[in-house]
């Protein structure tokens, strides 16, 4: 065989590949497509939707799934848009195309196609611009749509809700005198219907679960992103809970359907009865970044009342009558909970689901001593003590410490204490000895936890808050690099004195700082309170230590220190990487 023989096979293989290559495209080097963010991009996959099953339309071998943009539509259309796609069942509107239920996929296919193509076909017909006509099936149907979701959550907030509350456009019931029950109702399953009851008043997601969820009301998600249903337990404690044994009724819509259905539903009528904008009516309006920074938040909300008490005294055990006077002799202390001064913390930024996420209950009543189905099988004292959970108290408190920069100054660069090492009487401050024997009223705990609020405060002012000035330094020389830097003048009293005016703005940072000498540990963090710390140099040499000893050398440990802090509060003068602010560099000469 010649040459020419010898290099056929190896020009094959090259021409193939690049073959396969212009028709796959290029691989490397291509510049990523360009995807568009938009609020209302909602995905049509009718399969999905028949079997409850969201499979990658090139498993289902079938065309891929629409990408329809909902403003887009009822901006091009006129007059009652709503009803132009959507039917109406018992004066409300089904969030179905042009059916009342979902049905087989082929006949529902046939409704989308005869629907839109047929609208579609009547806008050209005019002169007007429309979308994709017959045989154009890639128009809609796109395995690579270049408009992605930009939808986010919309949080009712206390200041929204108030904002309702007050509206004129929502008038009052006249046996409540208030106009709660325009969004407020509890289902009753015996009966099939909706009522309201005064002081039973419950967050819409409590019964209305999230889109894909097969269960029902009382839920919250556990931890493997799964839902699961929750029964809360009858007490005493919440005598108007609504209680839910049996699997929730069809009735009961998801929180997508039952949200428009009430928002969107209630701004289109009251817009219309007043002739004037009631509220946003399309995606945009709400689920985007932009439209939620220019919601109008109130900076004075009054309190929602729900039968909530001002105090709480939190222990497991005060909630029990059969124990004995030995058993309550080993029981940690209670807890005096300023409850009215956690809820002003959620007016800007979320709702009571933050603590309350399953029902605007007790925590004792999900999440038992050793743990129950109610409560995902969480105890209370992990319910209320795990520092890795944003939902627990010590948890929440920690989340504090570093998204506040007058706080994270100091707690971002100090290594978290242990559960072990926690001084429990700072919460666990209620003597036990001097209280009746359980069961105590409701009413009774809630003064005890008022009084103990009180005693806390008059014991936080009687320990003052710095001792005299002349007996904090004004300035602090630093010179432990004086032979290539000048020495830092560190101006050691304003410092404190910006730290103390932090704790003073803060009640958190008040309840743990009750040693006035505290913040001292922010930098002498090794050492005991005192007026008269040791030197970081007693702990940090000059030259760096030794394997597995961990400590910084002394300029690693003021660069950490002071370059950190300002990096945490957000100093901008002296910036943390301007050296020369702090030490002008020696001349050597």
Excluded at 69 to 94: I, N, P, V, Y
Excluded at 224 to 240: D, L, M, Q, W
Excluded at 420 to 430: F, R, T
Aim: aromatic share 4%; glycine share 8%.
């Amino acid at each position: 065989m010649g040459k020419k023989g010898k290099l056929q096979p190896y020009l094959g293989g090259i021409v193939g590949f690049f073959l396969i290559l212009g028709l796959l495209g290029p691989v490397r080097g291509t510049p990523p497509i360009q995807v568009n963010q938009r609020a209302d991009v909602i995905r049509i996959d009718l399969t999905a939707e028949s079997s409850g099953k969201f499979l990658p339309s090139a498993v289902k071998k079938q065309m891929p799934a629409v990408t329809f943009f909902h403003d887009r539509h009822t901006s091009a259309l006129e007059g009652d848009t709503c009803r132009t796609c959507h039917l109406t069942k018992d004066d409300r509107l089904t969030f179905l195309f042009k059916r009342l239920e979902i049905g087989d996929p082929e006949l529902d296919r046939e409704i989308y196609h005869t629907s839109c193509i047929g609208c579609h076909a009547e806008l050209a017909a005019t002169g007007k611009s429309s979308g994709p006509l017959s045989g154009n099936c890639r128009g809609c149907h796109s395995r690579s749509p270049e408009t992605d979701s930009s939808w986010v959550p919309l949080i009712f907030n206390p200041s929204l809700h108030y904002r309702h509350e007050s509206a004129e456009l929502i008038p009052p019931d006249p046996d409540t005198k208030t106009n709660c029950s325009a969004c407020h109702h509890l289902y009753d399953s015996a009966i099939q219907k909706t009522s309201y009851i005064k002081g039973e008043e419950n967050s819409c997601q409590y019964c209305h679960p999230g889109p894909g969820k097969t269960d029902g009301r009382l839920m919250r998600p556990n931890r493997f992103g799964t839902y699961k249903p929750i029964t809360v337990p009858a007490s005493p404690e919440t005598p108007g809970l609504p209680m839910q044994t049996d699997p929730p009724d069809k009735a009961i819509r998801f929180m997508s359907a039952a949200a428009h259905d009430a928002c969107v539903a209630c701004h289109r009528k009251l817009s219309t009865a007043a002739n004037r904008t009631a509220g946003p009516t399309d995606c945009a309006g709400c689920h985007t970044v932009e439209a939620q920074k220019k919601i109008k938040v109130l900076e004075t909300v009054p309190r929602m009342k729900r039968n909530q008490p001002d105090a709480v005294l939190m222990a497991a055990w005060l909630y029990r009558d059969d124990l004995s006077p030995e058993a309550v002799s080993i029981e940690i202390d209670p807890v005096a909970f300023n409850h009215k001064v956690h809820e002003s913390h959620v007016i800007h930024g979320t709702s009571c689901r933050r603590c309350h996420h399953n029902a605007l209950s007790s925590c004792g009543d999900c999440h038992t001593r050793k743990g129950a189905t109610q409560g995902d099988f969480i105890g209370i004292n992990q319910a209320l003590h795990d520092p890795d959970s944003t939902r627990t108290c010590i948890g929440c408190h920690l989340v504090q410490t570093t998204a506040k920069s007058d706080c994270a100054g100091c707690h971002a660069a100090r290594p978290r204490t242990g559960f072990g090492d926690q001084n429990c009487l700072i919460c666990h401050g209620v003597d036990k000895t001097k209280l009746p024997a359980p069961p105590v009223d409701k009413t009774v705990k809630s003064e005890i936890a008022a009084n103990a609020l009180i005693t806390r405060t008059n014991n936080r002012k009687a320990a003052g808050t710095l001792p005299p000035l002349d007996q904090i330094p004004e300035r602090v020389r630093i010179d432990a690099m004086v032979e290539t830097y000048e020495a830092v003048d560190l101006p050691h009293r304003k410092i404190i004195l910006e730290l103390d005016r932090g704790i003073q703005n803060s009640g958190l940072a008040q309840t743990f700082h009750p040693d006035p000498l505290t913040m001292c540990a922010g930098c002498h963090h090794k050492s005991t309170t005192s007026l008269k710390p040791p030197k970081c140099a007693s702990c940090h040499s000059q030259h760096q230590p030794g394997p597995g000893d961990g400590r910084p050398a002394l300029m690693g440990a003021y660069h950490i220190q002071c370059m950190g802090c300002h990096r945490q509060m957000g100093i901008q003068k002296p910036q943390a990487t301007a050296c020369n602010e702090c030490h002008p560099k020696r001349d050597k000469k």
